[in-house]
């Protein structure tokens, strides 16, 4: 069975950083593109960066230069790194397959940036 636990999230003033953890189990690390994905208030969720299996990595416009997304395959965990955050970025944040499927959604982890 597929598990996917994130954390590391908080409340952050803006120009602060985070690190937020994913720890999959389950199968689905080892052999998938791995995302983190984003839900701000009122917003649609959003896939914020993406990384495959060999380290290739893509991200969103607006967090290009401030967040990095990377892996540890042994240790089947993704990260993102979090700089220079801004009031906009707050959602919840959630890791998933790329591309996700909808039933390993889990409940993600806070981040609220204050300005």
């Known amino acids: 069975q597929v598990q996917l636990v994130e954390s590391g999230g908080g409340l952050v003033q803006a120009g602060g950083s985070l690190r937020l953890s994913c720890a999959a189990s389950?199968?689905?690390?080892?052999?998938?593109?791995m995302g983190w994905y984003r839900q701000g208030p009122g917003k649609q969720r959003e896939l914020v960066a993406a990384?495959?299996?060999?380290?290739?990595?893509n991200y969103v416009d607006s967090v290009k230069g401030r967040f990095t997304i990377s892996r540890d395959n042994a240790k089947n965990t993704v990260y993102l790194q979090m700089n220079s955050l801004k009031p906009e970025d707050t959602a919840v944040y959630y890791c998933?397959?790329?591309?996700?499927?909808?039933?390993?959604w889990r409940q993600g982890t806070q981040v609220t940036v204050s300005s």
């Open positions: 990384i495959a299996l060999g380290g290739t990595t």
């Open positions: 389950g199968g689905i690390f080892s052999m998938n593109t």
């Open positions: 998933n397959k790329v591309p996700y499927v909808e039933k390993y």
